[in-house]
């Protein structure tokens, strides 16, 4: 799910300086000290919590906290994200496929103490199905649903419109149903308002504030065993650079999203383990097509030279992604192409050498030339109404990544003959979600199964009316997209499907509704005297952050000490990252993000 960030999903602010390393060892400041010498995992984040309901949530740090409160009907093995048992332990399907049965684990209680049962799933899927405002995140997933019944309280049936290829993918938190069941409308309940939340998941959530934590303690009764940390702490930074000196100081144990001259110099460091493993995430440059509703209106303010796929070609064609690999992320991402990240092998596609749009900032002036927006005599291209053209993109405020390659898409735009205004926003997801924009950088979290970063291109996702926020991610409503991904839900047979997939990636990309920039790694760093073990996902070469499951926070061993990160016991060598990024050297972050609806980041 999500996720999103979401996408996509998910932020560092960008300053003026190279960061300056300062050597020697120094005894940390404490964190919030706890007498009882409690051992608390503190969690850098770098995006706020949209909502800590499991039926609006779309950014990737409230979907990561919704893996460690719920559980889904199936988890993913943690060494190559096959499905695994979660809240069902076993499952079938009938020889037409359209008919699934679960058995439901007999040892998940609630943690109000209530037996969760498969009552609770039944209810969770009705809602979604029965409640477009509960369908909201993930909706997806119940479309293709006729019918969801419990049987018995260790069984759970779901019957089919068509086969669904999905049924061991649904990245749906199961909620209680004597809680929610209490809830009126579900577009405005965020679930924030009383704690501890009730969930069955490996962890509770008993604290949320605002753009300032989520807390979670452990739940000693789950099924696979208790979390070994006594809290686990999602604390928001803003800036980048403040979370990086928290974990220089033992304030935070972890820190996600690090800029390339931040993790350079926490590899030096004492105490510090940096990681930098291949990302499950996509950055891209997404232009806007025309928003609008199922009802078939359209709404926004997006520039109608957009809807020419000549004009989005000719930007793309002038727009140099190998440039941006190397130069903001620092060779810390692979260039990118499809849709897929190239870590989800079998779904990773590439386009032909006649089909890509590689950078040619020839081609991309003729194309404007054809298209009838020539240069005048001050170098502008203007169209046939006189009018310049100058765009805006949507940019991220506290994001070095969107703010470095918007200097580099100013540049090389301006040179095509093309203004460029860089909107950076602390909020972009209201103006997108209105239509307010002409580009926007976007980007999400690919889950092992890509569903649901497809289906948010779908023209399903739109919005119901211009005043409805739906799952789609930036307004893309193609009728041969939709054939596609209709016959890849049913597909069953996993080669047929991967080339149902690509075929899809290859619609995407000839559309030019989006651009993939980049695959950026998952660069992290955590304090090997706070965190004495944890758990990659995948085993080889993984990342800790937005996993597909728990197992970085479940797993994760406490170091001998005196505590975690609010004991204020480690020392190491500290950094100065006053300034950390450098935009004019084109310094940029891989974050992993993720906006409600049309943010960038699905989990």
């Known amino acids: 799910m999500v996720h999103t960030i979401p996408p996509r999903i998910r932020l560092l602010l960008a300053s003026g300086a190279a960061a300056i390393l300062m050597a020697g060892s120094v005894t940390p400041s404490a964190g919030a000290a706890d007498d009882g010498g409690k051992k608390v995992l503190t969690v850098a984040v770098s995006q706020s919590v949209d909502s800590l309901s499991p039926f609006l949530a779309q950014k990737l740090v409230s979907t990561t906290v919704h893996r460690l409160a719920y559980e889904y009907l199936t988890n993913y093995d943690v060494k190559d994200a096959h499905p695994i048992p979660g809240f069902a332990t076993e499952w079938q399907t009938s020889p037409d ?29 009705n809602k979604m199905m029965t409640d477009e405002k509960a369908a909201t995140a993930n909706g997806s997933f119940t479309a293709n649903f006729k019918k969801v019944t419990a049987p018995s309280p260790e069984t759970l049936v779901i019957e089919l419109k068509k086969p669904q290829a999905t049924m061991l993918a649904l990245d749906v938190p199961i909620v209680p149903k004597h809680i929610w069941e209490k809830v009126g409308d579900f577009s405005k309940f965020n679930n924030d308002k009383q704690f501890p939340i009730v969930g069955n998941g490996p962890f509770i959530v008993t604290d949320f504030k605002v753009d300032q934590f989520v807390k979670l303690k452990p739940n000693k009764d789950f099924w696979r065993g208790a979390p070994k940390f006594d809290e686990l702490v999602f604390k928001y930074y803003k800036d980048g650079d403040a979370a990086v000196a928290a974990l220089q100081k033992g304030e935070v144990s972890f ?57 989005r070609k000719a930007l793309f064609h002038a727009t140099d992604r190998r440039a941006l690999v190397d130069k903001v992320f620092q060779g810390h991402a692979v260039e990118g192409e499809g849709y897929i990240p190239p870590r989800f092998g079998s779904y990773f596609w590439q386009p032909e050498a006649s089909q890509k749009i590689a950078y040619d900032p020839a081609k991309a002036a003729a194309l404007l030339d054809q298209a009838g927006y020539r240069k005048n005599g001050s170098g502008k291209r203007v169209g046939k109404d006189g009018k310049a053209l100058d765009l805006r993109i949507l940019c991220h405020a506290t994001d070095p990544n969107d703010k470095a390659i918007g200097k580099y898409l100013q540049e090389w735009w301006g040179e095509l003959g093309v203004g460029l205004k860089v909107d950076c926003l602390d909020n972009v997801s209201d103006p997108w979600i209105k239509g307010d924009y002409d580009l926007a950088f976007d980007g999400w979290s690919v889950n092992p199964d890509p569903d649901f970063v497809l289906s948010i291109h779908t023209c399903a996702a739109l919005p119901a009316t211009p005043k409805d926020t739906g799952a789609t991610d930036n307004f893309i409503c193609d009728q041969q997209f939709d054939g596609l991904y209709a016959q890849q839900t049913a597909e069953y047979d996993t080669a047929r499907r991967t080339a149902l997939v690509k075929q899809m990636e290859s619609r995407l990309y000839d559309t030019g509704y989006m651009n993939v920039l980049a695959y950026p790694n998952a660069v992290e760093a955590y304090r090997t005297d706070q965190i004495k073990s944890i758990t990659t996902m995948p085993a080889a070469a993984g990342n800790l952050w937005g996993q597909d499951g728990y197992w970085s926070w479940w797993s994760a061993e406490p170091a001998a000490g005196d505590g975690g990160s609010d004991s204020g016991s480690s020392t190491g060598v500290v950094i100065g990252i006053a300034a950390v990024v450098a935009l004019a050297a084109g310094l940029g972050v891989f974050v992993v993000m993720r906006r409600r609806s049309t943010a960038e980041d699905r989990e």
């Open 255 to 311: 820190v996600q999203g690090l800029t390339p001259a931040q993790a350079t110099a926490l590899k030096s460091a004492g105490n510090i383990k940096v990681n930098d493993a291949p990302g499950r995430r996509f950055f891209a440059l997404a232009t806007n097509p025309g928003a609008r509703s199922k009802d078939g209106k359209t709404f926004g303010n997006g520039h109608k030279a957009l809807l020419e796929p000549a004009v």
């Open 97 to 125: 496929k359209l008919t699934w049965t679960y058995t439901i684990r007999k040892d998940s209680k609630w943690s109000d103490g209530q037996q969760a049962t498969a009552e609770d799933a039944a209810w969770t899927f």
